[in-house]
């Protein structure tokens, strides 16, 4: 605000690269819509699982992929690259650097749509990448980042507008979430384990998915919310206040809230406690975002009936109200043992995935086409014909999933009077009930495709009628001087800072020092809180200045924005991630797959078979009634990747291992329904012909053993050997049943991991404590004061 | 550790803690917010409306 225009300049925009990524995100945006719609076709026909690349397990990440990253991340990267040049009255820094991001992050898309569908898959979700692309991944990211940050280095515009911070929050976040996420160790170019495992990795990989939704589909969607609804509507934004507090709350709140994806598993409790608190907090700073973004409509909702760019917003901020008010209701742990692992969550994620995000995304190229191309919108009618398709698609398809997932929970988790039997104990009963909603969810998905296909046309010819424009515009050059003057030192030395870290620091004291101590830090506490008041009245203009000075320094403020987001993840990550191994379980400890059944395992990854089966039997009675006593910690200790999974298309297979003969899981694979009658399942004929990888072996037990899974000392002919016997038992049992397989194929090996599932060792100290005939409890049972005890007093 | 992490009372405490640094921040922001000039707020608002 101090600078003063020294002189003025003409700047032309780069909106080529606004352009291009427009384009490309409506062309992903229908791929990946067509993806959805076909594997929702697939759900209720599963004779459309045409081949083994077209099978559902393969097809429904490349569907979450194209629609996340490849339609929604090219929409916030057109976002962001207009609005970014606009409000800092620059020019992208590099051209080069924007040529290298869109091509770049084309490349990887088309990588992704290549190798998804061919099986090689890190087998966790929205993180299924393989290694070379999530490295490419990061680098273009980086370049994305660096352009932007020169950007705003080179801006002409002081103060940074609040869509700006919500952009930093994005860029920053994302990198490191995406990067933590995917630290793997390579056993092949297409094949790595991650560096977590088991409980670490879920927690991990929920951190990230969690905040994917939050940092890569809200926090730059709302910066475009705050930069192009106050354009549509020609008023600024409701309150800039209250972005100020809707920033600030979010960015702090979000990233605590991954755990609710594991609310009552083996997650420890504290976590889904942390989860599911800052989960319901977020209703606050989420629904004052949503109206301030409706507010900012006051005076001119006349433009509701006549502007469809205007109509696309205001639904768009509605439904990110809704799914916003409905995520904390699901991370009520009390509800959430209802909804999880059943279709009310994909109702839910398709409210903001179509709703806002797709929204969002159509209000935003209706608005920028005609900009870019300087012509007019070819049909307004047409605009509003996919409104309302689009709207009503929106609604079957979320009631429906609505309706399926409650009736299906309720089916599963009910009980007779007693709690001692399931009232509906086979789970193709619950599947074929929620049947007819699956059919609605066609129909739903359908319309809001036909809509969507509809704006490419409207578009297309809009095109058709101008030409690409380059806008130009007159700025005064602000004094380099005046700006991003602000050093490290300025940032964190001073009073606001001092003190609030000052009381942070005596707050934890008060809690971890022994007795005596901690009352005289909470008295200190209360003393520097005393102090802090008196400064602040004071110098209240300094410290005002202060937060001033931030807002026109990107540099500082971006450090700040990192250390919120990462606090979050710091003190959720690291107790559960610096903790070492089996010696420090002294529940269950998972047996070491053999290297036949670590091949069935990869193979169960590779075909994608955690996109409908779970295998953590949740601490809920009904879980433990059809599935088996409940999931330990210890039990997933050596899984890279986790498989708990987030869905239940199909039954849990925790405790899947010995349940049936071979026989069975070989009728079971090629034929679903031939065991199953009613199931939806594909076919997997391929299994029954294709090899099993021996020649990685080697490699991939190298790993493991490096990332701490106890293999002992092998050589690769005694791997060989020893999967090769086991797999020639497997074909000789088979036999015996009746059944013909060859010892290397990749049947058999799948069959040598479904019978590993839920294999355990018990510690000598657990079966002392557990009496025979008595089941266990359903709360953990082995405090440390209880372990003691009974260590003492056997 | 990877028990205490599980079982020890000290990790009922960490939401509260956390809650705790949520909130001073959150209100710190509240305050700053509302505390807000009037003319830089409407400066700030107005800046993806300006041409020029």
Known sequence: MTSAPAAKTVITFDDRTVRRFMLASILWGAVGMLAGVFIALQLNFHELNLASWLSFGRLRPLHTNAVIFAFVGNMMFAGVYYSAQRLCKARMASDFLSNVHFWGWQLIIVAAAVTLPLGLTRGQEYAELIWPINVAVALIWGVFAVNFFWTLAKRNEPSLYVALWFYIATIITVAMLYIVNHLSIPTSWTHSYTLFAGVQNALVQWWYGHNAVAFFLTTPILGIMYYFLPKAVERPVYSYRLSIVHFWSLVFIYIWAGPHHLLNTALPKWLQMLGMFFSLMLWAPSWGGMLNGLLTLRGAWDKLRTDPVVKFYIAAVTFYGMSTFEGPLLSIRAVNALSHYSDWTIGHVHAGALGWNGLMAAGLFYWLTPKLYGSRLHSVAWANFHFWIATIGILIYVASMWVSGIMQGLMLNATNAQGTALVYPNFIETLISIRAMMGFRIIGGTLYLAGFLLMALNLWMTMRKGKPVEESREVAVIDRGAKDTMGMRETFLNDPVAYMFAGLFLVLAWLFLPPGADIAALLC?????????????????????????????????????????????????????????????????????????????????????????????????????????????????????????????????????????????????????????????????????????????????????????????????????????????????????????????????????????????????????????????????????????????? | MYKRVLYENWADWVPYLAFGVTALVFLSFVVRAFTLRRERADHMARLPLEEE
């Not at chain 1, 320094?553 to 107790?575: E, R, S």
């Not at chain 1, 060989?720 to 060859?742: N, S």
């Not at chain 1, 000598?764 to 008595?774: A, I, Q, W």
């Open chain 1, 525 to 794: 506490a209360g003393f520097f809180s005393v102090i802090a008041v008196k400064k602040f009245r004071e110098g209240h203009g300094r410290w005002s200045g202060w937060y001033d000075s931030l807002l026109n320094n990107w540099l500082p403020f971006t450090v700040l924005t990192f250390v919120a987001v990462a606090l979050g993840g710091l003190i959720q990550i690291i107790p559960t991630v610096t903790v070492n191994r089996a010696k420090n379980v002294e529940d269950r400890i998972q047996q070491v797959y053999t290297p036949l059944e670590l091949a069935g395992r990869d193979l169960y990854v590779s075909e994608g078979c955690y996109n409908c089966h779970s295998q953590m039997i949740r601490t809920m009675l009904p879980d433990v009634l059809r599935y088996g006593d409940y999931s330990r910690l210890g039990e997933s200790i050596y899984d890279h990747p986790f498989q708990w999974g987030s869905k239940r298309t199909g039954p849990d297979l925790a405790r899947l291992g010995g349940k049936y003969p071979h026989s069975w899981h070989y009728d079971h694979m090629m034929e679903p329904r031939s065991t199953s009658v009613g199931s939806n399942m594909p076919s997997y004929p391929h299994l029954f012909t294709d090899k099993f990888d021996q020649k990685s072996l080697l490699r991939k037990i190298a790993v493991m053993t490096r990332l701490g899974v106890p293999y002992p000392a092998m050589t690769a002919d005694e791997i060989k050997m020893q999967a090769l016997e086991q797999a020639v038992k497997i074909a000789e049992e088979l036999k015996a049943q009746g059944k013909v397989a060859a010892p290397d194929t990749q049947i058999v090996a799948l069959i040598a991991y479904l019978q590993k599932l839920g294999k355990f060792d018990t510690p000598e100290v657990e079966r002392k404590l557990t009496p025979h005939g008595v089941p266990f409890p359903l709360q953990p049972a082995l405090p440390d004061s209880h372990r003691k005890t009974v260590s003492q007093n056997p």
